[in-house]
């Protein structure tokens, strides 16, 4: 079979297609716009391995050669190179094509923030809990990677997981259901975390970007988890019977105070069919997730804390009342995708210092919010050791005043990071690299 690539892009994915296929003895090729020094070392990998690998263009020829074309969700539907395409997939498509989704239970979860956390949240759980729990989607883990550990597992007679986690965005969520055309594998648990504008520089409307969330819920779902407030629209644009929701806030008001970030991954497992004091115990030595309100450590009484994950203003407002009693230094901004600052204001407001990261969203958005409103900032600074610089030095002249009170160094940017970084994790990286060596070099004094 003849298999084409198109995007191999940065986080693995299109890496992971191509090693599937190569392995089953398929002739590969790979397109991606990217030139070899910007895809590093994956290229020259698969060139090894048998694959013709075109960088830097796309050329028609190649989709018109293709029997499949594997797509990076990245690129739009209706690119017209696609035109000629025979077929087009992504790897959920080939997972849930296979047989062996009948021996596992599937757990998919979407939303707009919080969906890798719980994710992790409950495949950590159930682990805890004495069941065997994969992961893959979006969190960076490709459905291809499963397909094979499942081949493997299948020559070797070993049994399937008992469950798999599946992170969808909404691109996943898109790609997945047109290669399937709706037919999804029955699912055991369909859940939403919450629903905010994002992604307004792809759709046109936000009732598309919905659309393509609620794809993921249909007659295939056994049983569906919401939060309450959106529990009536999805129910209406479903078609989900009332016995099939479970609603999140309802479920866990009155236990997970504490833990109000793990409050969808508690109630999907209390809609697996656990019981509170379980949940919550597994619950307890869930240690978070890189990037998404990552506490990296403490200097004296200054605490620094990533949240790079944060890439939209609801975002930061819901990691800032997590520290709402404390000073928090801000170190926000970035690349523009269509939202609007507002929803970010108080955090502005209320933040003791703010560090500008230079972009698109910061020029044309913050920074004229904030000149309105009067609000004082540092920056913009085109690199990240100038913001966090900038962000310590005012969490240690504050430390001095307030000495009783904690101070927390915050990077959530509210905004995407492409044009200072590579990636949000690339951002993130960088502020945790420069926390670690201040750490260092503090406890080496």
């Not at 959106?230 to 609603?247: C, E």
């Not at 910061?362 to 000149?371: A, F, Q, R, V």
């Not at 990240?384 to 160094?409: C, G, I, T, W």
């Amino acid at each position: 079979m003849k298999v084409l690539v198109f995007g191999l892009g940065m986080h693995g994915g299109g890496f992971a297609a191509a090693s599937y296929f190569l392995d089953h003895g398929d002739e590969v090729r790979v397109t991606d716009l990217k030139g070899n020094s910007q895809l590093g070392t994956e290229v020259q990998t698969l060139e090894q391995r048998g694959a013709k690998c075109i960088t830097g263009n796309h050329r028609a020829q190649d989709f018109r050669w293709a029997d499949i074309v594997v797509k990076n969700p990245a690129i739009p539907p209706d690119h017209p190179l696609l035109e000629s395409t025979k077929m087009v997939v992504n790897d959920f498509a080939w997972l849930f094509s296979s047989p062996w989704c009948e021996q596992t239970k599937i757990i998919a979860i979407t939303g707009t923030k919080g969906k890798t956390t719980t994710s992790a949240a409950v495949a950590h759980a159930l682990e805890k809990l004495g069941y065997e729990a994969m992961q893959c989607g979006n969190m960076g883990i490709s459905a291809f990677t499963v397909l094979s550990d499942w081949e493997k597992r299948n020559a070797e007679g070993r049994k399937m997981p008992d469950y798999l986690v599946c992170e969808f965005s909404s691109w996943l969520i898109r790609d997945t259901y047109a290669a399937m055309r709706g037919q999804f594998p029955p699912m055991e648990i369909c859940a939403i975390t919450n629903f905010y504008p994002d992604h307004l520089n792809s759709y046109q409307t936000i009732d598309l970007y919905l659309a393509d969330k609620l794809e993921l819920f249909g007659k295939h779902t056994k049983l569906a988890v919401i939060p309450d407030v959106f529990m009536k629209q999805v129910q209406k644009l479903t078609g989900l019977d009332k016995k099939q929701v479970r609603g999140i806030d309802r479920s866990c008001a009155k236990v997970l105070q504490e833990m109000p970030h793990l409050k969808s991954a508690y109630a999907i497992l209390l809609a697996l069919g656990f019981k509170w004091k379980t949940i919550l115990k597994a619950l307890s030595s869930f240690s978070g997730v890189p990037h998404r309100i990552e506490q990296i450590g403490t200097i004296g009484n200054i605490m620094l804390v990533n949240d790079s994950a944060a890439t939209i203003p609801e975002a930061v407002h819901f990691t800032c009342a997590k520290f709402h009693m404390m000073p928090i230094h801000l170190i926000c901004g970035g690349t523009d995708k269509n939202l609007v600052a507002e929803s970010m204001l108080n955090e502005l407001k209320e933040a003791s210092s703010i560090s500008l990261l230079g972009g698109s969203y910061t020029k044309d958005k913050l920074i004229p919010l904030m000149e309105k409103e009067k609000i004082h900032f540092d920056g913009p600074f085109q690199t990240m050791d100038e913001a966090f610089a900038n962000a310590y030095a005012k969490a240690e002249e504050k430390a001095k005043s307030l000495p009783e009170l904690p101070q927390v160094v915050l990077l959530s940017p509210g905004a995407t990071s492409f044009e200072l970084f590579v990636n949000e994790f690339d951002r993130g990286d960088q502020f945790r690299n420069l926390a670690n060596t201040l750490l260092d070099s503090t406890h080496a004094v």
